[in-house]
T-cell receptor
Framework: AQSVSQHNHHVILSEAASLELGCNYS??????LFWYVQYPGQHLQLLLK??????LVKGIKGFEAEFIKSKFSFNLRKPSVQWSDTAEYFC????????????FGAGTRLFVKA | EAGVAQSPRYKIIEKRQSVAFWCNPI?????LYWYQQILGQGPKLLIQ????????DSQLPKDRFSAERLKGVDSTLKIQPAKLEDSAVYLC???????????FGPGTRLTVL
């Protein structure tokens, strides 16, 4: 069955700490991978995406993610977080075998202490 | 470019009542999605339209949920009758055929008492 697993439900960091949020997926065939972010009081918005090519993808606000096909992973990273990064982060996958239906993980709530 | 519009933003009803949500996608986006997001979970696809046709409604509880997109533009999602477990945020998203990025609306938070 198609699924997305996010390793941490809640993460608390101090400003300037490094961030890595884990994401593993189960999805046959060619995949497209996404990280979405939902800031407090705002709607879901795309942070970054991977379709093909360089497995290291850079997104907005200094975020990046690395697609490791052999590990079925797409972890999100940021070298130095800011208070404004406090949000909920969702990993998602779609692909041609699922009719491009997008499957979301349960989300990780990140709180950054000032 | 205007984003995806949804209304109402909040709705409180009692169980067994009916409720309807409205979504207006980004202009020109052929694909429209309705998701249900229960507290503590990620969005779950309920139904996907391409223009006015249904592409996927495999996870739509058809005994109580219905959705339409008659003219291939805006869409309504209806719940009749509502149950307590329907309390969630209902998200609408749209996508252009030229890309695989969905754009989300602000959602409608439904509370069923």
């Amino acid at each position: 069955a198609q699924s997305v697993s996010q390793h941490n439900h809640h993460v608390i960091l101090s400003e300037a700490a490094s961030l890595e949020l884990g994401c593993n997926y189960s999805y046959g065939g060619t995949v497209n991978l996404f990280w979405y972010v939902q800031y407090p009081g705002q709607h879901l918005q795309l942070l970054l995406k991977y379709f093909s090519g360089d497995p290291l993808v850079k997104g907005i606000k200094g975020f990046e993610a690395e697609f490791i096909k052999s590990k079925f992973s797409f972890n999100l990273r940021k070298p130095s977080v800011q208070w404004s990064d406090t949000a909920e982060y969702f990993c998602a996958v779609s692909g041609n075998t699922g009719g491009f239906k997008t499957i979301f993980g349960a989300g990780t709530r990140l709180f950054v202490k000032a | 470019e205007a984003g995806v519009a949804q209304s109402p933003r909040y709705k409180i009803i009692e169980k067994r009542q009916s409720v309807a949500f409205w979504c207006n996608p980004i202009s020109g986006h052929a694909t429209l999605y309705w998701y249900q997001q229960i507290l503590g979970q990620g969005p779950k696809l309920l139904i996907q339209f391409q223009n006015n046709g249904v592409v996927d409604d495999s996870q739509l509880p058809k005994d109580r949920f219905s959705a339409e997109r008659l003219k291939g533009v805006d869409s309504t999602l209806k719940i009749q009758p509502a149950k307590l477990e329907d309390s969630a945020v209902y998200l609408c998203a749209s996508r252009s055929l030229r890309e695989d990025t969905q754009y989300f609306g602000p959602g409608t938070r439904l509370t069923v008492l």
